[in-house]
């Protein structure tokens, strides 16, 4: 579907249309420097209202999902612009220059209709831009302070940077472009600390990940991948991994390298069993590896002793795993949809839980299992929630 198709479905499905009469009315009953906040979104706007061009002191404008096929000029008089969101709108253009706009430090221009080969320049304030669902193949940036760039769902095969550009930039989201490799002039962003690829094609990990030395976030989620590489764990500051809904089956020891790790994110997999060596990972906070095929936990599982959340639904346990009696910390655990026959009355000691799955297993003695659980009940904090 073309962004404009997309467009002309989200107006024809989405919320009312806004009076704008009535909006000027509500601002009569505030001075002209109080008003900080522009909100002209779903109002049918095809040009900027001029008796808007008054309150000198916004900070802040919305102009979400109207008509506006060129770029609203009159906007340049709002001298303390902070933010300007202009989603849903038929803006097109090979180029766009945001440099008379000095005080601007975020711009969203999702589902507009620009050029495929597109260059956005701003000036040294704009710390992020967000040009979702453009169609665009080829994205050129000039602007020296960009730090976060979002340019999801789209077609990107180039992406280059002009000026001090790729110096600055630490996150890029790239997820939904159809990609198969990185695009091209990626590895000029030696400072980047997120980078998103989910919803791709990606086969395997691309190796131009190396040149990103101080990484601290990676998601691959929904792609296609069997196999996280040893470069991977090389990435010695991450603190999220994220690999689920892919199709791996194994996972190296080299996880265990990641000792500043704290959230991992591995289900939807094929994973029938975790590294011995995870326990090295004593910053962990959340693990969800739910729907794998994991049989039981490795012994060094007990260590991770600041882990907060833990998902192990829909694997192979037979037996409950006495590893996770070790973790003090957990406030949420779903250990649902194995085929656990008997739990443990020590879970009750995990004094934090918060939360607790355990339905859809495989007691044989499904009213004293009940009988069991009211007794946990008691034994844990009024807090919890629990359900069987």
């Given at each position: ?15 009312p ?13 505030a001075?002209?420097?109080s008003v900080?906040v522009?909100d ?21 404008i ?27 709108n038929f ?7 945001l ?6 430090e ?8 620009f050029?495929?080969?597109f260059?956005?320049v701003a000036g ?19 602007a ?11 077609q ?21 472009n ?18 998103v ?10 190796v ?14 929904k792609?296609?991948?069997a ?7 090389e ?16 996972l190296p020891?080299?996880?265990g390298?990641?000792?500043k790790?704290?959230?991992l994110?591995?289900a ?9 060596n ?7 906070r ?20 600041s882990?907060e ?5 829909h694997?192979?346990f037979?037996?409950?795993?006495a ?43 499904e ?14 904090p009024?807090?919890?929630r629990?359900?069987?």
């Amino acid at each position: 579907m073309s962004p404009a198709a997309s467009t002309a479905q989200n107006r024809s499905t989405g919320r009312p249309q806004r009076s704008l009469e009535a909006y000027l009315k509500s601002l009569e009953q505030a001075s002209i420097n109080s008003v900080k906040v522009l909100d002209l979104s779903r109002m049918g706007l095809d040009s900027f209202p001029a008796a808007l061009l008054r309150y000198t002191a916004v900070e802040e404008i919305y102009l979400n999902e109207n008509k506006l096929h060129r770029w609203p000029e009159e906007l340049k008089e709002f001298r303390k612009l902070r933010r300007l969101y202009l989603n849903e709108n038929f803006l097109g253009g090979q180029r766009l220059s945001l440099r008379k706009y000095r005080k601007l430090e975020k711009i969203t221009l999702d589902r507009n209709q620009f050029s495929a080969a597109f260059t956005l320049v701003a000036g040294k304030r704009l710390k992020a831009a967000d040009l979702n669902a453009n169609g665009l193949r080829s994205l050129k940036v000039k602007a020296r302070g960009l730090q976060e760039l979002n340019t999801m769902e789209n077609q990107i095969i180039s992406l280059k940077a002009g000026g001090w550009f790729r110096k600055d930039l630490r996150k890029l989201n790239l997820s939904g472009n159809g990609m198969k490799q990185l695009p091209k002039g990626i590895t000029r962003f030696r400072k980047l600390e997120k980078l998103v690829l989910a919803r791709n094609l990606f086969r395997e990990v691309p190796v131009e990940i190396k040149a990103f030395t101080g990484l601290q976030s990676v998601i691959f989620y929904k792609n296609q991948i069997a196999q996280i590489p040893s470069f991977v764990f090389e990435c010695s500051h991450l603190r999220e991994l994220d690999f689920h809904h892919n199709q791996l089956d194994s996972l190296p020891e080299g996880l265990g390298n990641l000792e500043k790790l704290e959230e991992l994110y591995l289900a939807h997999n094929y994973i029938r069993k975790l590294p011995e060596n995870i326990g090295n990972l004593t910053r962990l906070r959340f693990c969800y590896v739910e729907n794998n095929h994991l049989e039981q936990l490795p012994a060094s599982f007990s260590r991770l002793t600041s882990l907060e959340r833990l998902s192990l639904n829909h694997n192979r346990f037979l037996i409950f795993p006495a590893e996770v009696l070790s973790l003090k910390n957990l406030r949420e655990f779903d250990i649902s949809e194995n085929d656990i026959e008997e739990f443990p009355r020590s879970i009750r000691e995990l004094q934090a839980l918060r939360l607790l799955l355990l339905h859809s297993n495989a007691c044989q003695d499904e009213m004293q299992c009940i009988r069991w659980l009211r007794e946990i009940e008691r034994k844990l904090p009024e807090q919890l929630r629990y359900q069987y």
